[in-house]
């Protein structure tokens, strides 16, 4: 037979024994119980029908006042079970929202570059910032006073992974396969007699036509109806009649203003539109060869119907219809007469945003892109005019902060957000090259701030592969900010624009400067001490590239 350890009683067969939580009453006195009597132990049998073995185990009973019955063995462990699920519950939920508060949770970052993905064909709906939280790092917190030896290692990890390799230039009809639409649209030759590369294309739509019904830029943005209104209107005053057949003028842009972000383009962009011989498209920033071409409107909305290139060439309509005008006036007909007007185009993601390649183009390069925006850009015009506005990155950096972050902005929380990037810019260069973590699509949303647009001397290399370095006019915010009127004499000199009187030139010149630094962060002050020095160490290799490529060591930013 068996006993109870609990209760000192014979258990039933079933061992079903419910009165197990109150049969040691106050009474029981294991002295006279005959089954505990002893050296305080109970002996335990087991059914040798059953098991065909004896054995007998010593268990030290309790004593009176620990649990006192208020248990059996198999409630206290469950009950044990429970209390502690409730209390690990209620301390990761304190911990998780303290962290997200601060968004500073302690987890170390499981953010690591595995293969990158080579699927070109993205669903419409899927967005980038989906696939931004796909790969979405662990937040990490890194004190913005005390860490700074840490982050010194992060960065000389960075700093000894560098290496400026030339990339190969993709042959001209592997470009024709990936925009075989683009490609027939824009022919191999221009009109002789124009700056721009312009050509005439047949029209073939009559009087009811509207021919920016489709246009995507006047679908999609509000702003920009009023513009195209305009152009509906003039429309077929400035066709172009030859045989019983209508001719529209269609031009690319003569120069780009590339880059960068937050480094004066748009002032540099208002004051050129001033000068009499330079006309810009419709909208300032079209992002057409960057963004609209892929179909991305927005970062955030992912990706839409793409936009075609007759989209784009409808901006420049306005500059096209007046530069018909000259062409065709009396004047212009005169032999070797050129047309002076001339397009430009200032849209500041050119230079380095390439980030839509992953989802278009075959990925067999070791994660870097076998083909880049200047590609493109110069199959269809080998003669454009580049100008690239630089500043110190370091101050680029806190600038693009400022004005893109949408809350909580401080020097404190622009400090963790630099610690956390080039933490996530570190182990991308552990596996991958320089040009491949530059370009990465995963890695630039994931990052906090925008750390590699800074990376100045990485694009113009690229770009110097494929356009010739007097096709290129590289200046300095911090020059043109202290001597508008050299820089901007520079930039006319560089499109080789007529000159001009001197009430034309003061009112170039003597505006005041465009979109500064808002009020309110300008409040805010400058970035902490600290922040900026691991800034400078970060940068440092790359602005030493950059003044030697263009032999000026102003590019080193050393008295900024």
């Known amino acids: 037979m068996r006993y109870c350890i609990n209760c000192c009683i014979h258990l039933l067969p079933n061992d079903l024994h419910r009165q197990c939580f109150r049969c040691r009453g106050p009474n029981h006195n294991n002295q006279k119980c005959p089954v505990c009597k002893g050296e305080n132990k109970i002996p335990l049998y087991t059914d040798s029908k059953q098991m065909k073995l004896l054995a007998v185990l010593e268990v030290r009973t309790d004593h009176s006042e620990s649990w006192n019955g208020f248990f059996c063995l198999r409630k206290g462990k469950l009950c044990s079970l429970i209390f502690g699920l409730i209390i690990m519950t209620l301390v990761m939920a304190s911990y998780i929202l303290t962290g997200a508060k601060h968004s500073l949770l302690l987890i170390p970052s499981p953010f690591h570059y595995g293969a990158f993905t080579s699927n070109p064909s993205l669903m419409d709906n899927e967005s980038l910032s989906d696939m931004q939280d796909h790969y979405q790092p662990s937040k990490m917190n890194i004190s913005y006073v005390k860490d700074y030896p840490s982050i010194k290692l992060i960065i000389d990890t960075i700093t000894s992974k560098i290496e400026f390799i030339t990339r190969q230039r993709p042959d001209l009809e592997e470009l024709r396969k990936q925009e075989p639409h683009m490609f027939s649209v824009i022919p191999n030759k221009f009109l002789p007699n124009s700056k721009n590369p312009c050509w005439y294309e047949e029209y073939r739509g009559n009087t009811t036509t509207d021919p920016y019904a489709t246009n995507s830029y006047a679908l999609y943005s509000k702003r920009f109806r009023t513009i195209f209104d305009y152009l ?51 909208i300032k920033e079209p992002h057409w060869w960057t963004r609209k071409r892929f179909g991305i409107i927005r970062l955030r909305d992912g990706f839409h119907d793409r936009y075609p290139v007759e989209d784009y060439l409808d901006l420049f309509d306005l500059a096209a219809h007046q530069i018909q005008g000259v062409l065709q006036s009396e004047a212009a007909k005169e032999r070797g007469k050129m047309n002076n007007i001339i397009i430009g185009e200032a849209s500041a993601s050119t230079m380095w945003d390439n980030n839509a390649w992953i989802f278009f183009y075959d990925n067999s390069t070791e994660g870097e892109p076998p083909f880049l925006i200047q590609d493109f850009i110069h199959a269809s015009q080998p003669n454009a005019k580049l100008i690239i506005m630089l500043r110190d990155p370091v101050e680029r950096l806190y600038s693009d902060y400022l004005y893109f972050a949408s809350a909580n902005k401080s020097a404190e929380d622009f400090h963790e957000k630099v610690a956390e990037s080039l933490q996530l810019f570190e182990n991308c260069m552990l596996d991958y090259s320089l040009r491949a973590c530059v370009y990465n699509n995963t890695l630039n949303n994931a990052m906090p701030v925008r750390l590699q647009v800074g990376l100045y001397v990485v694009y113009l290399l690229d770009w110097l592969t494929v356009f010739d370095k007097d096709q290129i006019l590289v200046l300095r915010l911090e020059d043109h900010a202290s001597n508008v009127k050299y820089t901007m004499h520079m930039v006319f000199q560089f499109l080789d624009l007529a000159p001009l009187s001197e009430k034309q030139e003061a009112l170039i010149t003597k505006s005041p400067a465009s979109n500064t630094r808002r009020p309110e962060d300008r409040s805010l002050g400058p970035m902490l001490p600290t922040t900026k020095a691991i800034l400078r160490d970060f940068y440092r290799p790359f602005n030493t590239k950059l003044a030697q490529v263009l032999f000026d060591d102003a590019f080193l930013w050393k008295r900024t």
């Open 232 to 282: 509906r209107k003039v429309f077929w005053n400035h066709l172009y009649h030859y045989k019983d057949k209508h001719y529209r003028l269609r031009c690319l842009p003569h120069f780009y203003i590339i880059g960068q972000p937050k480094c004066g383009t748009t002032d540099l962009y208002d004051r050129l539109r001033l000068h009499p011989d330079v006309r810009f498209s419709a």
